[in-house]
């Protein structure tokens, strides 16, 4: 909204289906989790709610770009819900110290060591970077058909 790229409002198009695949993995895995640990598949916790409010931008973002038929209306639009979202991802990840909630607080530090032994560490690192790698080559993937199809839109 603020640079008027041509390029970012096609970059949050492609990135939105996948937050939207990972935070439902999030909420999926937690509530599997937590069921044996807490004793429920789902409980009202700050940082629980605020990921599903998450879910629930990633969707309205998703809904709001594809129900207006004008893209560039519909990036502006879009852009208004992403900005919603950027306010939320603060909340998620302050929402155990703001909070008293059932979720620990961090377990990687940058003034500490890491409080989990070094074979979930390397697991852990080993999982984000894979995780990353997918976001990066689906968002370019997707990126480059909706630039296609953007320039086939231009064409008619």
């Excluded at 009202?44 to 998450?54: F, G, K, M, Y």
């Excluded at 940058?110 to 032994?117: E, Y």
Aim: with cysteine.
């Amino acid at each position: 909204m603020v640079y008027r790229t041509r390029l970012s409002p096609l970059l949050a198009r492609a990135l939105a289906p996948t937050g939207a695949l990972f935070t439902v993995i999030a909420l999926w895995t937690g509530a599997a989790w937590g069921k044996p640990t807490w004793g429920a598949w789902w409980v009202w916790d700050a940082r629980l709610t605020s990921e599903l409010i998450l879910l629930f931008l990633y969707l309205g973002y998703l809904g709001v770009a594809s129900a207006i038929e004008d893209p560039e209306r519909a990036d502006a639009a879009g852009a208004i819900v992403l900005l919603a979202g950027v306010v939320n991802v603060p909340i998620i990840y302050f929402s155990v110290q703001w909070w008293s909630t059932l979720h620990q607080g961090a377990t990687i530090r940058m003034d500490a060591a890491p409080s989990m032994t070094h074979t979930m560490l390397a697991g852990m690192l080993l999982m984000t970077l894979a995780c990353w790698a997918y976001t990066l080559a689906v968002c370019l993937l997707r990126t480059r058909c909706l630039i296609r199809e953007r320039a086939a839109e231009e064409q008619l």
